[in-house]
């Protein structure tokens, strides 16, 4: 569930970046990173192994306009691919607002693709959430290789229901910020919804009018324009500055992608 901050008026949505190991996950963040404008970002927070596999989680929190009067601060999170990691996993899904799957194109990763977002589904179980009705997208990643799983093939198997999905080359930045941007048309209205229309409840003559309203037009979301989910394309490539931070164990993981959120949107634990 977003967090809201009403004092600093603003939001974080949570985007979870999912997949296999060495599908591209922190590839498609390092490439968002290297596109925005330092105004629109904050730095990029990686745990890597001395691999540069991702250990923990990596995490970038960027500036994506408004709904209504409220900032929106969209944070991407990866999870660590590698099987033995499946806690940090799970720890990383936590309060998740959407999802975009990275799958790994290689013909031979097929089974690993599946095995992944089995995982995925069992581990949102946990949090009591169902995989069907969270906000999800599809990136398969890796299109500049040869010997691929054919697009279709890859939406029969993971993706019955027809949702958007993004044929990607991370590594060149090619449907990055398209998969994003499909994520954001799915996850805005949703947090929007959950956030204001909850809030309304008591109020019920306003909510009459409110309904009223929108019978006769269809329901605006007010997202800042220049900014709107555009997330501010710069030309020149960024210089990359990354924070490490440092785990007791990964026990800890939850507290501390807990304090990084509400540190980026305003709100420091008392
Ligand atoms: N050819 C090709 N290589 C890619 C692409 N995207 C990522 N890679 C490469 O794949 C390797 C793994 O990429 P990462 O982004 O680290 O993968 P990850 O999903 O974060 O991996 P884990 O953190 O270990 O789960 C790196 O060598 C990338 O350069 C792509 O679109 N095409
Ligand atoms: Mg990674």
New binding site residues.
Partial sequence: MAFINHAAKSIAIKIVYY?P???????NLRYIYSKLDAGSRGDLICLETNT???LFFDLLPIKAGLIRDYKVHFQLL?V???VFYEASRKSVLKGADGIIF?ADSQIPLIDANLENFDGLRKNLLEYNVDLNAIPLVFQY??R??ENLIPVETFNNLLNPRKLPYVE?????GAGVLESLKEMAKLVVPVVREKLFEEEREPVEMEEKIEKEKKKEKPPEIKIEKKKEVEFAEEKKTQPMRVTKIKFKSSKDLEDELEKLAKEFTGTKKS
């Fill in positions: 997949g190991g060495l599908s591209g996950k922190t590839t540069e596999r991702t990866t660590p691919g590698q990275v990643n890796k500049d290789l990607a080359s991370a590594i060149n």
